[in-house]
């Protein structure tokens, strides 16, 4: 059985307008099974398609949007971490098919240090119930933030970023996309300079899955481009 797996930002504070667009072509045009969402409004008032969904509020001051997961098959409920609204978490169950636990994570701006890569240290570390363990299934998501370009550019003089990267990899994760595009592909569309090409979105999994991907892809067409400034990443796992 093979499933198409996508994670997007779907930039609900900024296109909200387009929501129900996004949402058509998420379901008929990309013909997702699974998406990992970030900025994503509340699915019940959005008139999200898919049949299960999860998410949560990121419940910061205005931000009335937050990370979610959506599905054409059963979602139960995983273990949550406490980071509300940047994180969330299902696992997927459909019969005759290991579970695998599904994260979606957003990489949510640390106002103290002004750091993105902060918060996403915190999160793994909230995740490691999931992360850890023998024989598990996870494939993780989204919008982080995190690029190893940033490293080295605009007076950033650490190696955050990478050393976020190889935490991943610490934990057995595996970056799906990698094979199947040439480094840096575009996913973020920055409004200072729409032409640089910033790879903010990912997708990684326990590395018997990310040997599974069949097919990956960046989707970059003018569609997407009037609904969101975040390209989908799509991949394709046999399961």
């Not at 592909?185 to 032409?195: A, D, K, L, W, Y």
Request: aromatic share 10%; proline share 5%; charged share 20%.
């Amino acid at each position: 059985m093979k499933l198409r797996i996508v994670t997007w930002n779907m930039a609900w504070w900024s296109h909200k307008a387009k929501v129900s667009e996004a949402w058509d072509y998420l379901f008929d045009e990309l013909q997702a099974d699974v998406a990992l969402l970030t900025e994503m409004g509340d699915p019940d008032q959005s008139k999200c398609p898919f049949p299960y969904a999860k998410w949560q509020q990121i419940g910061m001051g205005r931000l009335y949007w937050g990370s979610g997961i959506v599905s054409r098959y059963p979602l139960t409920d995983c273990y949550l971490p406490s980071s509300v609204g940047a994180l969330m978490t299902a696992k997927l169950s459909i019969e005759g098919i290991t579970p695998v636990s599904l994260i979606s994570m957003y990489g949510l701006q640390d106002k103290a240090t002004n750091s993105y890569v902060a918060n996403l240290h915190r999160y793994l570390s909230d995740l490691m119930p999931i992360l850890q363990g023998q024989g598990r299934r996870v494939i993780i998501g989204g919008d982080w933030n995190a690029d190893l370009q940033l490293d080295g550019r605009n007076g950033n003089t650490t190696n955050a970023n990478r050393l976020f990267f190889e935490r991943l990899a610490d934990f057995g994760l595996t970056d799906c996309l990698a094979p199947w595009v040439q480094y840096p592909v575009q996913t973020h569309r920055h409004i200072s300079n729409t032409e640089y090409p910033w790879q903010l979105d990912h997708i990684y999994a326990t590395q018997a899955i990310a040997k599974a991907v069949v097919s990956g892809r960046v989707v970059d067409t003018p569609e997407v481009r009037e609904i969101s400034d975040h390209n989908p990443i799509e991949i394709v796992v046999d399961v």
